[in-house]
């Protein structure tokens, strides 16, 4: 991907986008056609071409597999794609506000708490409602205040330092993961199977339910956070700064916490607990293009939903045809990317 030049690096420039979201449609075109029964790339293409009004092409699926690619198939790479870009924007985010390249839903303790949220209302049956109407995000996303809150106070105001902050988030992450293991032991076999398999993180889908329960957040939220791009750069330069130049600071932390909050909530009821995504590729944005919240934040959405996207085509072909949780897939990749990014912060320290 071409670098920004200096002129340009606080511009999202029109030639970035197009590669970005000329490589998600790849990407998700790849995802739809693998899988235990390979679909070809040219006949799945055509087939979701025919979803355009007025357009008719000839395709060489048949009605089970357009059954295949349509029910399991797509809905499953569009949640992908989803969750990579509610991560990605989350953590862009978070990194942005607290003024620390180690912000990230996981480490924050963030995803502990939608986790543990999530798991007291799937144990105890209460997955219910329809669309973004529903008990597991609410509870997810109320667990997920609980931690991103005790993880600013045991910080106590040292957001911009990388090593309080990650303390702290380990530290809140451990106590829910505690919480979470005495939940689990309180539900019957059967239900503490399901939901331990839900925790390891997966994308399994078996229509456009999960799909149509977390768009509606992505759009909304991730909005939001796209229209507050601009007040993360403000904020870098400190609170005395942002109100010099005619921002309120408290406003934008609170607006822009409370969005990537319940995104990372909406992603964990969706999909379990998915590590790493939030910091992974905010960073590979920001090697790649510009230190500019303006080009990390939308940037972020796209590359978050081309990175899940490949890692699910892994989670599904890798031990095939037993299937890999994602969520082991993105620790594989993360964690070495967080001992490089660490090491990277502390030398800039």
Known sequence: MPELSATGSFRLRKRVVAICVTVLIAVILLSAASGAAGLPVAGVARSMLNLIPGVDLATSLDSRAEAVLFQIRLPRTILGVLVGA???????????????????????????GAGFGAVLALGFGLDIGWGPVSAVPAAAFIG???????????????????????????????????????????????????????????LATSGWEQVLLLLPY?????????????????????????????????????????????????AVAVSGLIAFVGLVVPHLVRLLTSHSYRVIVPLSALVGGSFMALVDIGARTVVAPAELPVGIITAFVGAPFFAFVLRRSRRGA
Request: with cysteine; glycine share 8%.
């Open 86 to 112: 509610a991560l990605g924007m989350a953590g862009a985010s978070f990194q942005g506000v607290f003024r620390n390249p180690l912000a990230d839903p996981y480490l924050l303790g963030v995803s502990a």
């Open 144 to 202: 997920a205040v609980v931690a991103v809150l005790a993880s600013v106070l045991v910080a106590r105001g040292s957001w911009t330092s990388p090593a309080t902050l990650l303390l702290s988030g380990v530290a809140v992450a451990a106590l829910f993961s505690a919480a979470q293991t005495y939940a689990l032991q309180k539900l019957d076999e059967t239900r503490a199977r399901e939901v331990l398999s839900w925790l390891f993180g997966r």
């Open 218 to 266: 992505v759009i909304v939220c991730g909005g939001l956070l796209i229209m507050l791009r601009r007040h993360l750069d403000v904020m870098r330069l400190g609170d005395d700064e942002a109100r010099a130049l005619g921002l309120n600071p408290a406003r934008s932390r609170f607006l822009i916490i409370t969005a990537a909050t319940l995104l990372t909530a909406a």
